[in-house]
């Protein structure tokens, strides 16, 4: 008689040493659950990742720590205010000429030329046109699962296969297997690095030797959102895979670390034949204000500052880390703005009760165990959402 053995078994055998289970994924691809309906109070994103919300007409508690958006809560910086509100005036006027000027400033600061630059309102509104551009006659998307779905939901949207690539047993990019799932009919590739939803970050010089391989067959979109909170020699851009002439996209904002989430600018880097492809369907400078223009300018020069709210942000996540080590949870290692964890309750349970506290996280489903995504806040912020895990899991 045939007899079968599960991953689970073999962990609990002994045979799979710490070492090898780092390099496996989270599931093999013939464990991937099918995509479940939407069901109340709960969104379906992925076979590996699931968010819960709250039905829409809930009412809330008083907000005491809003720590669900990824939000700079240090805001912009002073001399990005101080810009922001002389151009108030100016308010009548269309921004061209201040958008070239940022797009000079920009070019100068990733090290390219003005064509390699474009800019828009958030990185995000870039994974928009890049899901439409590419896609508006099929062929198929790899990434890895999970991440963010921004890109893939519009690709999809529009026609798309999307190839989900299962994350490493280290939360990292397994590479390997997202290079062999490139076929003839792939339009892109997409990497979110350090990764969204789980913070966590894939080797830089893996990454770089990937990109530079696969974007020799197809585009590679390298959103590097958080890239800023990354210690000095953490990682590597992938800006430099563009100044050699790789067809590398590589997506950055003002809305984490620069504090101008809702200011809404962003821009990429990319070959000037790849962003006349998205250019055609995002009319640069008509969505972004003067107001935002003069801010990002503003923050772009504030280096002291960007430093500052890096320190800060850092500082508070070991806090907030050992916190919830003290509690008896085991954090994910985070290089971003934000953490996810394990729950015991379920995600959806965890999820109310946290907001009846007047604390505001998300709750995700990752291969099937409920997880927490809490966003970093002040000290004050943290010690509010550490003392709420306490209360509603005790």
């Given at each position: 008689m045939k007899t079968s053995i599960n991953r689970r078994q073999l962990l609990r055998s002994g045979l799979l040493?710490?070492?090898?289970?780092?390099?496996?994924?989270?599931?093999?691809?013939?464990e991937i659950p099918p995509v479940r309906a939407l069901k109340r109070g709960r969104l379906d994103y992925s076979p590996l990742y699931k968010?819960?919300?709250?039905?829409?007409?809930?009412?809330?508690?008083?907000?005491r720590a809003r720590l669900n958006s990824n939000e700079n809560k240090f805001g912009p910086s002073p001399n990005a205010l101080k810009a922001l509100s002389s151009q108030m005036e100016h308010g009548n006027l269309y921004g061209w000429q201040a958008i070239q000027s940022l797009k000079e400033e920009l070019a100068a600061h990733e090290g390219v030329s003005s064509d390699h630059i474009l800019i828009g309102p958030g990185s995000t509104d870039f994974l928009e046109k890049?899901?439409?551009?590419?896609?508006?006659n099929g062929g198929n998307l790899v990434s890895a699962d999970p991440t963010f779905?921004?890109?893939?939901?519009?690709?999809?949207?529009?026609?798309?296969?999307?190839?989900?690539?299962?994350?490493?047993?280290?939360?990292?990019?397994?590479?390997?297997?997202m290079e062999k799932a490139v076929d003839a009919n792939t339009k892109m590739v997409y990497v979110c690095n350090?990764?969204?939803?789980?913070?966590?970050l894939t080797d830089a010089d893996d990454l770089l030797a990937f990109c530079e391989r696969t974007s020799s067959k197809v585009p590679v979109f390298v959103d590097e959102a958080y890239m800023e909170f990354l210690e000095p020699g953490t990682g590597k851009t992938t800006v430099s895979l563009v100044k050699k002439g790789n067809n590398v996209i590589v997506a950055r904002?003002?809305?984490?670390?620069?504090?101008?989430?809702?200011?809404?600018?962003?821009?990429?880097?990319?070959?000037?034949?790849?962003?006349?492809?998205?250019?055609?369907l995002s009319f640069t400078g008509m969505g972004i204000s003067n107001t935002s223009i003069a801010a990002a300018r503003a923050s772009l020069k504030?280096?002291?500052?960007?430093?500052?709210?890096?320190?800060?942000?850092?500082?508070?996540?070991?806090?907030?880390?050992?916190g919830l080590k003290s509690l008896g949870y085991d954090p994910v290692r985070s290089y971003t703005s934000f953490m996810i964890f394990p729950i015991r309750s379920g995600g959806s349970a965890f999820l109310k009760n946290m907001e009846n506290e007047g604390v505001q996280i998300r709750t995700l489903q990752i291969a099937?165990?409920?997880y927490c995504r809490v966003s970093l806040g002040t000290k004050d912020e943290m010690q509010i959402f550490l003392d709420a895990v306490k209360k509603v899991e005790s």
């Open positions: 040493t710490a070492g090898s289970v780092a390099f496996m994924p989270l599931f093999s691809h013939s968010e819960f919300v709250l039905p829409a007409n809930r009412s809330v508690a008083e907000v890049c899901g439409m551009a590419f896609f508006m779905m921004t890109l893939i939901r519009v690709a999809e949207a529009v026609g798309a296969e999307w190839k989900n690539i299962p994350l490493r047993r280290d939360w990292s990019h397994d590479l390997s297997a350090p990764n969204n939803p789980t913070g966590t904002t003002f809305s984490k670390i620069h504090g101008m989430a809702g200011l809404r600018i962003g821009y990429i880097v990319g070959q000037p034949e790849t962003l006349e492809i998205i250019a055609r504030d280096v002291e500052y960007v430093e500052r709210c890096r320190s800060i942000h850092n500082e508070i996540r070991d806090f907030t880390f050992s099937g165990s409920p």
